[in-house]
């Protein structure tokens, strides 16, 4: 559009978003540009609070070599609010690394030497502190175990069942080759009781085994899938920065 002393209004130019600008920084990290990388993903952290800019920013800096700066940028990403656990986890191992560098290497970082204190007085024997609860299993292990242990008494229930099934059997044999009345009337009732304690212990026992297959079934795969989240980590090899 023509203004008033002839010339053509230019439209202004369209401003980069939070991505485009954290894609340039990528670019510029790989081309091991690391000043420009941080200016870039400060930028895009400007526009877009996303905390995993931070995150970068960090990556970047321990990339350059500036330990120091990378702890910071991580120690701000961890008390980001809405951080995944996995992703807070693998920021906290960085720390742990470089924090443990910095007070190889920085005398600033090494605690000061404490003078020696004298020997306590002794006061008699102090008692011992009680000892800490075992964590918990997970539910996960808790079940496999249910459910193995299950397993395993309802299988015993079917196997003595079937033994007592034998037994009766022999019972019945027995009755067709006896003519005593008394005699036989003994059998039958001993084979009775046998095949009604065969006919308890393998439909119970068959349950039994089959509910601990079952628990037995939840608990693998609810670790597998405790497994494969906690393998869930950000990529953090040279060369590397994490997009978002």
Known sequence: MSSATGTIDQAP?????AADLSA???????????????????????????PNYLFNIGRVYE???????AVDYYQRFVKEPGVEIEARDLALQRLRVLKGILQETD???????????PAPVAEGPKPE??????????????????GASLLGV????????????????????????????D?????????????LATDVLIIGGAVVALTGVVLLAVGVSKGKSRAVAARRVFPTGTGLVARF
């Open 63 to 69: 990339e350059k070599g500036d330990i120091r700066a």
């Open 13 to 17: 130019e369209a401003q980069p978003g």
């Open 154 to 181: 309802g299988g015993g229930a079917v196997i003595v069942g079937g033994i007592l099934g034998g037994l009766a059997l022999s019972k019945q044999n027995q009755l067709d080759a006896t003519h005593d009345f």
């Open 183 to 195: 005699a036989r009337q003994t059998l039958k009732q001993s084979g009775e009781r046998l095949a």
């Open 24 to 50: 340039q920084a990528i670019e510029r990290f790989q081309a091991k540009d690391y000043d420009a990388a941080v200016r870039l993903f400060e930028e895009a952290y400007a526009l877009d609070k996303v």
């Open 129 to 146: 502190p009680a000892p800490k609860p075992a964590a918990p299993d997970p539910k996960w292990r808790t079940m496999k175990i249910a």
């Open 107 to 117: 005398p600033a970082d090494k605690p000061a030497p404490t003078e020696p204190t």
